[in-house]
């Protein structure tokens, strides 16, 4: 079955920097691209980060490019999220998502990220 599971979240101080995890299994990884959400709460999730399946094409939301890197290591299927220069509205649940069709979208559990002095 399709598992995404994510680590890394934490505390950190405004300005600083952290890295998100996703680990997959049950998908051909290297076959599809890979969606890093948010959710903040009281607010709707929102898609932050995209990368294609090779890893050469990504995409950003305005609110964190040119901070957020997404990177996708396909031998160990994994993807991952480096957040530099962190605010407080960063602050948010963080989703790993996968679409491997029209009605088939696979999400992970969530890992907490807190931007606060």
């Known amino acids: 079955q399709v598992q995404l599971v994510e680590s890394g979240g934490g505390l950190v101080q405004p300005g600083g920097s952290l890295r998100v995890s996703c680990a997959a299994s049950?998908?051909?990884?290297?076959?599809?691209?890979m969606n890093w959400y948010r959710q903040a709460p009281g607010k709707e999730r929102e898609l932050v980060a995209r990368?294609?399946?090779?890893?050469?094409?990504?995409w950003y939301a305005d609110s964190v490019k040119g901070r957020f890197t997404i990177s996708r290591d396909n031998a160990k299927n994994s993807v991952y999220l480096q957040m530099n220069s962190l605010k407080p509205e960063d602050t948010a649940v963080y989703y790993c998502?996968?679409?491997?069709?029209?009605?088939?979208?696979?999400w992970g559990q969530g890992t907490q990220v807190t931007v606060s002095a």
């Open positions: 998502n996968v679409v491997l069709g029209p009605q088939s979208t696979y």
């Open positions: 990368i294609s399946w090779r890893g050469d094409t990504t």
């Open positions: 049950g998908f051909t990884f290297s076959s599809y691209a």
